[in-house]
């Protein structure tokens, strides 16, 4: 599966934000996972082929992960950004188990964010 980022970029805090995720073949998990400057990287969501979706707490009623199999891209439509959203963003794909915290085996290159106050 070969995925790539798009749409990231700077934005005052507040602002909104849509990533794209072009993926070349369908997996069962498909996610985002953001890295902020010297911190480790973490699940922001996930969604799976029969469309269920996991956000993380921090994020939650802000961003929403969806899909469109049509044109095989997932988004992640972030709005009331704030600082400490910013990061690197990555897609990443996997099988079961799909979990925030679990693994993936597909990656994408990352989009940078970067939200300023």
């Known amino acids: 599966v070969q995925l790539m980022e798009s749409g990231g970029g700077s934005v005052q805090a507040g602002g909104t934000l849509r990533l794209s995720c072009g993926y070349s073949?369908?997996?069962?998990?498909m996610a985002w996972l953001r890295q902020g400057p010297g911190k480790e990287r973490v699940g922001v969501a996930l969604?799976?082929?029969?469309?269920?979706?996991v956000h993380a707490d921090s994020v939650k009623g802000r961003f929403t992960v969806s899909r469109d199999g049509a044109k095989k891209t997932i988004y992640l439509e972030m709005s009331d950004l704030e600082p400490e959203d910013s990061g690197m963003y990555y897609c990443?794909?996997?099988?079961?188990?799909?979990?925030?915290?679990?693994?993936?085996?597909?990656w994408g290159q990352g989009t940078q964010v970067t939200v300023s106050s």
């Open positions: 990443a794909a996997g099988h079961w188990p799909c979990k925030l915290g679990g693994s993936f085996i597909w």
């Open positions: 073949s369908n997996a069962y998990c």
């Open positions: 969604i799976r082929d029969v469309g269920t979706t």
